[in-house]
């Protein structure tokens, strides 16, 4: 998040500085899924069912700007995706999902297929037998995480970022004419400033007059060895890597206190993949990590510049990868020109204020 | 063969859910821990990763015969002692079983009652508690990064050992050894007098080395480390020829080792060559400890991260003790009185014995430990590696072997924004393979270091995850699952995350 | 590049690498097995290609990954070589087919 809305800023012509923490930090960065992911998003917000179809269909462009600044290949695949599903319960569930996204007020219509066993077996030759049905939507798609991540930071080096590391911040001040900002480094001062600090933007919010509200999400990620390319489409639980590797995931547990592993969660997760995909059985497991998300209550993006202290903004979303072209490019214009889109403007806290109208 | 010394171990549909002591590793010092223990009448497991006890220092010690007693001398004979101590404990043993993950146990309170320790073995992984663990996982040779050392034929020295221990296999055709440190010339000797043919040693003990080890002299001359390197040397320098201060040492050829290449007295050389064997050194092996969340710190005598310990072995961690080279280099004479004393620790906190009672026991065990560890400091000063061999030059060197990663590639991150080992993990993916950093870690850490002008204890170290080594995702999928872990995964499918039911959530 | 001395007393096991008949003595790691019958490279990485070959005897460098049985990377100096066992080089990554053998 951070790195895209820099390099989106400094693409702008701005002089951009990032603050960043050390060599170990709870980075949501690191713990990402690296999906692309359109389908099921939105329900009761369908600003937020546009916001990504439109990052979706803007992916192609950041993947190429970012190679043809840096050279890197950041793997981007968007050949669709899948939801599988392991009984009949859990496929009416998604279908559910799917009709009342399209047929809440303003909804963002795009098109989605379900299939049943032997349709997703045309498509995914390696399911297994417990494999009910799917959903397939072709907006779907992947990139590697990781090129991504080293790709935004050589763009960002190569537009002049300001990048410095170990630069925890303790304070913000606003001052007359923009804001100081602390820490054991010294000082650094800006006429404006982003905070894109995930979770710890929970501190740091209030002292420009904003309220970055997150609840507690814990997620939980396995890796396996390298293995020859067997999956074409990413699941929404599964996916290989580029590298192939392959990533199992997804779980989620409203606890923010701790990060230690659950091998029971892992040991579900490990269940249901190789229930989808028998093959992945013997495969070697060489991580397992949990991380915390940036989970705001609704589960979509905020994005807000504060009403008390102009020029200070709070940008936070769980789909950093998903929603990358639009804190590079949209955000990032509304941070730098101050004047809010309508778009971005339906992601402020406002929303939190007022009765839910679905 | 003693018939005695072959106890069937247990497999790891047997074991109990729950043990007093789980020690992991059985080398002298998990050994000596389980006996300890055992004494106490804890109720004590031991697993190791290997088929029979020794850990690497007494490899295949119970299958040992004669001829391997003559070849591999007294030091390594001492192990069968403390293999058949503990083979005639009470404690159980699961061989060929790895230890993958180590958790704490907390209660309501969040206090910490135990450790969950995750096993695996012939295809079924299990999770077993402990009120107590000891982590014995030894040592593991300091990287040698140089230009081939990825080479089929190049090999390290400690592996050569290990062939010679297990299976009698000596080295053949034209062999090179090369490095720095006490096993380099054990190596060369034990080799040599089991009739390979080594054509030359070449010693990167740099020169500087020898006048800062000077100062430690004192001690070193009364310790038995002195007569023992001292035959060792005479042997090596009779029958095979040494080089002395070689630099810029790498290893070519095509698809497997050729020529080995080296500087000294001013020129290159070069030497055909069909089995290179490399070292410089071990260093703890810190991967559990690491993973276990454990404090460590720098040990700049030894260059390497270790552990911290209290004085009985405890950890930073409740309930986990680090005892053996896996907390500080410090030999396997001293391992195995560490695994003593680490061990009254344990049974101290199980309440099986009392601190006075505890603390008098534990004086002789002092006692023999410092004498064990006399003359240390001058190896570790003497046996130094130098700079170049730890921190490769040649951008071309791989630092990483399994995500095939080299020196230019991790010093070209650095100023691209990966300032420590973690970031450097996202950037290229170096410490990501199946050895999980165990040969490239300490490389990277003093490589960012270097670039960065800064102190490896500045940089740290990878944060490594389990399992700490590989198991089957189908072993995973079938430990013990909760019904909140269900939860927490099918709650996905129903869509959770998305849900726009923030007032009714919000606190009145 | 290695040989096996004669003063030691064990039995003699036959396995297989990639086809063909390797005699090897009771008690060895498949990788020892392999060093005694002369190979030296066991598997190309699945990165670039490039050959490997034990490394480090002790588990830790995953070096010695190998085919054994018809299971891919298995460390071979920890697996005790068998009487009939199959070992193969292992190419690169793991291979994964669509139709798994049950």
Same mark, same amino acid.
């Given at each position: ?358 | ?15 109990? !859910?729950?043990? !007093? ?63 058949? !101590? ?238 053996? !080279? ?183 | ?102």
């Amino acid at each position: 998040m951070g790195a895209c809305v820099a390099w989106g800023l400094a693409r702008r012509g701005l002089r951009v500085c990032v603050l960043d923490e050390g060599d170990i930090a709870l980075r949501a960065s690191r713990a990402n899924f690296a999906l692309i992911w359109v389908q099921g998003k939105g329900i009761g917000f369908p600003a937020y069912a546009a916001w990504t179809k439109a990052a979706a269909e803007a992916w192609p462009r950041l993947a190429a700007e970012l190679r043809s600044e840096t050279g890197i290949n950041v793997g981007l695949d968007q050949p669709g995706g899948f939801t599988l599903c392991l009984s009949d319960r859990e496929l009416q569930a998604n279908v559910d999902l799917m009709v009342r996204l399209h047929s809440q007020t303003d909804a963002v219509i795009y098109p989605y297929e379900v299939m049943d066993h032997r349709q997703t077996k045309a498509r995914l030759p390696a399911i297994g037998p417990d494999v009910s049905g799917s959903i397939y939507c072709p907006l779907d798609g992947h990139v590697n995480s990781l090129r991504l991540f080293r790709a935004l930071h050589a763009a960002m080096k190569a537009r002049s970022v300001d990048y410095r590391a170990d630069h925890a911040v303790t304070a913000i001040e606003p001052r007359a004419g923009g804001f100081a900002l602390n820490g054991a480094w010294g000082t650094v001062r800006a006429p404006k400033v982003v905070l894109a600090a995930g979770l710890g933007n929970a501190r740091l919010a209030p002292m420009v007059g904003l309220e970055a509200l997150m609840k507690p999400s814990r997620g939980q990620i396995i890796v396996t060895e390298k293995a020859t390319p067997f999956l074409r489409y990413p699941v929404v639980t599964v996916r290989q890597t580029d590298e192939g590797g392959v990533m199992i995931g997804d779980s989620e547990e409203a606890d923010g206190s701790s990060l230690r592993i659950d091998h029971s969660i892992s040991s579900v997760m490990a269940d249901r993949a190789i229930r989808m995909f028998p093959l992945l059985g013997d495969l070697n497991v060489v991580r397992t990590w949990s991380a915390f998300r940036v989970m705001t209550p609704d589960g979509s993006p905020i994005y807000e510049q504060s009403e008390t202290c102009p020029g200070a903004y709070v940008a936070m979303a769980h789909s950093g990868v998903t929603l990358a072209p639009q804190h590079a490019f949209s955000l990032a214009d509304y941070i730098a020109t101050g004047t809010i889109p309508k778009e971005v403007a339906v992601f402020s806290t406002r929303r939190f204020r007022v009765p839910a109208s679905v | 063969m003693t018939e005695g010394m072959v106890r069937r171990g247990h497999g790891i549909a047997d074991l109990a !859910d729950e043990y !007093d002591v789980i020690v992991v590793g059985a080398g002298p010092a998990g050994l000596s821990a389980a006996t300890m223990l055992a004494r106490f009448k804890a109720r004590t497991l031991l697993v190791d990763e290997n088929q029979t006890p020794g850990g690497q220092i007494y490899r295949a010690i119970t299958l040992a015969q004669s001829a391997d007693r003559r070849r591999l001398g007294e030091d390594y004979w001492r192990g069968r002692g403390i293999a058949e !101590d503990f083979l005639n404990s009470e404690a159980e043993y699961a061989p060929a079983t790895t230890a993958w993950s180590i958790q704490s146990v907390q209660d309501d309170a969040e206090r910490i009652v135990g450790q969950e320790v995750g096993l695996s073995s012939t295809g079924m992984a299990r999770l077993i508690r402990a009120k107590q663990v000891v982590l014995a996982t030894g040592a593991l040779e300091r990287p040698f990064p140089i230009p081939g050392w990825t080479l089929p034929g190049v090999m390290t020295a400690g592996a050569a050992q290990i062939a010679l221990k297990t299976s009698g296999l000596v080295p053949s055709g034209k062999v090179v050894i090369a490095g720095t440190g006490p096993l380099l010339y054990l190596l060369a000797a034990q080799l040599i007098e089991a009739g390979a043919r080594v054509s030359t040693v070449l010693d990167t003990t740099p020169r500087e080395n020898w006048l800062r080890a000077f100062r430690h002299a004192p001690g070193f001359l009364v310790s038995p480390y002195l007569a023992k390197g001292l035959k060792l040397l005479r042997t090596v320098q009779r029958r095979t020829r040494v080089i002395r201060w070689v630099s810029e040492l790498a290893a070519e050829g095509e698809g497997g080792l050729r020529e080995v290449v080296w500087r000294a007295g001013g020129c290159e050389h070069r030497l055909p060559a069909d089995l290179l064997l490399l070292h410089q050194g071990v260093v703890p092996n810190v991967n559990f400890s690491n993973a276990a969340g454990c404090a460590h710190e720098w040990d700049e005598a030894q260059l390497t991260f270790r552990p911290q310990i209290d004085e009985w072995y405890g950890s930073s961690v409740a309930g986990l003790s680090l005892a053996g !080279d896996g907390a500080g280099i410090r030999g396997a004479e001293a391992a195995a009185i560490q695994g003593r004393i680490a061990g009254l620790g344990c049974a101290s906190r199980l309440g099986l014995v009392a601190p006075a009672e505890r603390d008098r026991l534990a004086v002789p065990l002092r006692r023999s430990l410092a004498r064990a560890m006399r003359g240390r400091r001058f190896l570790d000063e003497l046996y130094r590696p130098g700079k170049e061999f730890r921190v490769p030059q040649d951008p071309d060197t791989i630092v990483c072997r399994c995500e095939e990663i080299s020196a230019g590639q991790i010093r070209t991150s650095v100023s691209a924004g990966a300032g420590g080992p973690n970031q450097m993990k996202v950037f290229l993916r170096c410490g990501m393979g199946p050895c999980q950093g165990r040969l490239c870690g300490l490389t990277v850490t003093e490589l960012i270091a270097d670039e960065r002008s800064k102190h490896p204890c500045e940089i740290g170290f990878y944060r490594l995850r389990f399992p700490i080594k590989p198991l089957r995702l189908r072993e995973l999928a079938a430990l013990p699952q909760t019904q909140t872990a269900k939860v927490a995964v099918l709650a996905d499918l129903a869509d959770t995350h998305h849900s726009a039911d923030w007032n009714e959530r919000k606190p009145q | 590049m290695f040989r096996r001395l004669s003063d030691r007393a064990s039995g003699e096991v036959t396995f297989t690498f990639d086809g063909l008949p390797v005699r090897a003595s009771a008690g060895d790691s498949v990788a020892a097995a392999l060093l005694a019958a002369g190979v030296r490279a066991c598997r190309t990485t699945p990165v670039s290609g490039a050959p490997r070959g034990p490394y480090c005897m002790m588990g830790v460098c995953f070096e010695c990954l190998v085919r054994i049985d018809g299971m891919d990377n298995r460390q071979g100096c920890l697996v005790p070589v068998q009487e009939g066992m199959r070992v193969e080089t292992q190419h690169g990554a793991r291979a994964l087919t669509t139709e798994p053998a049950q």
